[in-house]
């Protein structure tokens, strides 16, 4: 029986994928280094849930909510990165400076996606986009990569730098091994992720979803993002849409620190991502925390979306 070391050798890990792949250094080490933040949030997700450590911790101190010591990680990793100029959080008001400023690159996060689930012991996540320019001049135009990291029964992380999607899962030995490589969905799938109150929805997202409805979809909606992506990417189809609402016009997820990083890595997996009219990633953003509709998935049903939604 080969020992450990050397049966995980015919794996290809994260830093070697992206070698392979040619990936610019300072980017590779970025990536590699916000996915090993992954492994600590995890323990943190371990450490602080109630049903394990009480709310206080042993010294006494109030326990951060889970989002903001999430946030503390990834910015204390990025800080001695030496790659990152400035650091956007949903946890945070405005983009911060990192260091001197002179990093090549911008990130955005969503340090810690279904933090309301925590509790219930679903699987939630952690979302990253990677910027060249500013991440106010628009997606695909500064959007150089971007990362999920689920933490669910297994610790897996999905990446691209425009080499396409990837998976990757964290083994015993806290390396990232390569678990499915060039993710591609098919033309369309057969399940739907549906978000908000049916009560709030428009008369074309009714229309669309009872269409889906009579085509047969299962529904498959755990309300937290990022599982809910992860599995049209891994079932490779599907659709996840959080709409325009009555009472909230622009939806509940966020443009830049969700939607962008989504899109890129659904786009890159050969499926589309819209608001029901234009591109995720054509949509030049106005605000920090804008918020967007999104329409996510294989090709098909997105394209049915934009059909019903009149585009
Ligand atoms: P976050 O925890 O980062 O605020 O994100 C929560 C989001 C997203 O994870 C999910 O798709 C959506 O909230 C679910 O909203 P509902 O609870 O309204 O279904
Ligand atoms: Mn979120
Ligand atoms: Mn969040």
Redesign the pocket.
Known sequence: MENISDATKHFIDLRRHMWIAGIEVDLRRLIWQIAVTGKYISSKIQESNRKLAGLENIYGEEQLAL?MSSDQIIKHQLEFSGFVSHYAS?ERDSIIQIGGGKGKYIVTA?P?????LVNTNLA?GTIIAIHRESILTGGDKSLVAAMYITYGPLITMIYSAGNGTHEFVLNREGEYVLSEENITLGERGDIYSI??LRRDWTQGHLDYIRYLESEGYKLR?S????P?INQILIKKGGIFT?PTLKSHPNG??RLI??LQPMAFLMEQAGGMATDGRQRILSIQPKALDQRCPVYIGSKYEVEKAKAFLGD
């Open positions: 989002d949903e969503d810690l996606d279904g933090s309301s939630i978000g908000g909606y309300g937290g993002f990022v809910d959080y509940k997820l620190f969700e």
